[in-house]
């Protein structure tokens, strides 16, 4: 056997790792949660208010903003979407939020965008 996972049990194992997490964060209408989805071509981000059930801002590199941009799925659209989101948030009145990473890794773009919002002024 190789060792190499296909990509359904990359999946499957993605999910699990997410489902197990969302267990213990909730986010609230004074801290929302900042929730990260990764593919391979755009990151999207969102600050969700789990209690009411919606979505209080959100940034992608699906926006608008990034149809000049050359290539979505790197580290510095990645930061952009973070410093977007982040500036969206304060906006908004928030400061604190909750870090959902969806099951990813703390590497690479997730940990970009987080820097990012982080450096925008928000607290996680």
């Not at 267990?23 to 949660?33: A, D, L, Q, S």
């Not at 208010?49 to 290539?71: L, M, N, R, Y």
């Amino acid at each position: 056997m190789s060792g190499f996972k296909s990509s359904e049990k990359r999946r499957q194992s993605r999910l699990s790792r997410k489902v197990r997490l969302r267990k213990k964060i909730k986010g609230t209408e004074e801290r929302p949660r900042l929730a990260i989805f990764r593919s391979s071509k755009h990151i999207y981000a969102q600050l969700i208010d789990d209690t009411s059930h919606s979505v209080i801002c959100a940034s992608s590199t699906c926006a608008k903003d990034f149809e000049s941009e050359g290539s979505t799925g790197n580290v510095l659209s990645a930061k952009k979407v973070g410093e977007t989101l982040g500036e969206r948030a304060k906006a908004k009145g928030f400061h604190k939020v909750v870090f959902d990473k969806g099951g990813f890794r703390y590497h690479g773009r997730v940990k970009a965008l987080a820097d990012a919002a982080r450096e925008a002024g928000l607290e996680f």
